[in-house]
């Protein structure tokens, strides 16, 4: 059932033991609800101490994989069953299920100076401020997008007088007041991610990233928003449906 322990690896037992378990809940081995093995079975499948045993399950706590009970069986938490298919097309949409629970942690949401690119991309004046909006969505308290939003003002909207919440959605936010999305343009990267996304999304050093950013037009086909999403890599998978086949 789970991975076996190298033991000429110069990986940590402790980090074998958890990234073998980790990898089962992940591939849905063992799903929302199950039983972990208890600590002597895992010691004696292993061949392990206690004390390396205890380490990989509070590692795996930690990360919310499973939850230990006192005097009952450690399960495995119903947040990590969350898996996000998606192609190209999809990417942002994909996010929006019925199955898991949406919400938004503002980070920061206020005027500030643009970069050169920024001010160039929306042509605005040497003293003109944009708005940007900085959030963690969460899907089930899972941590899975960071999100930062460069917004042009002049487009009819106050964000200023907004008050972001855990529920907005700046897509309804432009809808409200008229900003009609004509079409976008967005380019994607696998990434390491940096210490301050790994702290935001609280993910491990061997957790890598996906990095989307995103350009978004009006009817007049002026850009009016500028986004930079940095999404889990544990809980997006991105896949091409009928590509077309050709050598290169």
């Known amino acids: 059932m789970f991975d076996k322990i190298d033991e000429h690896s110069a990986t940590p037992k402790y980090y074998q033991l958890y990234l073998s378990i980790k990898n089962q809940i992940d591939n849905e081995k063992l799903t929302y609800g199950s039983h972990i093995p208890s600590e002597k079975e895992l010691m004696d499948y292993f061949g392990v101490s206690r004390v390396t045993v205890r380490l990989a399950l509070k590692k795996l706590e930690e990360k919310n994989y499973i ?3 006192q005097g009952k069986k450690t399960v495995v938490c119903k947040n990590k069953s969350i898996n996000f298919w998606t192609n190209i097309n999809n990417f942002a949409s994909d996010l929006r299920r019925e199955d898991v629970k949406l919400t938004s942690e503002v980070i920061y949401a206020d005027y500030v100076e643009p970069s050169d690119f920024v001010s160039n991309l929306f042509e605005i004046s040497e003293n003109e401020k944009v708005f940007c909006l ?3 969505r969460s899907f ?3 941590k899975v997008v960071y999100s ?3 917004l042009k003002c002049n487009v009819g909207i106050d964000y200023g007088s907004i008050k972001f919440k855990e529920d907005t959605s700046l897509k309804e936010v432009f809808k409200k007041h008229n900003v009609k999305m004509a079409y976008f343009d967005e380019t ?3 990434r390491i991610p940096d210490e301050e996304i790994k702290k935001l999304l609280s993910l491990d050093d061997d957790t890598a990233i996906f990095f989307r950013k995103r350009i978004t037009y009006n009817e007049n086909l002026l850009p009016f928003e500028f986004v930079l999403n940095y999404y ?3 809980y997006f998978k991105y ?3 009928k590509g077309k086949a050709e050598w290169i």
């Open 148 to 150: 930062i939003s460069y």
């Open 232 to 234: 889990n890599g544990n």
């Open 140 to 142: 089930d308290d899972v």
């Open 188 to 190: 994607y990267e696998a």
């Open 239 to 241: 896949y091409i449906e």
């Open 67 to 69: 939850k230990k009970n």
């Open 134 to 136: 900085r959030r963690v």
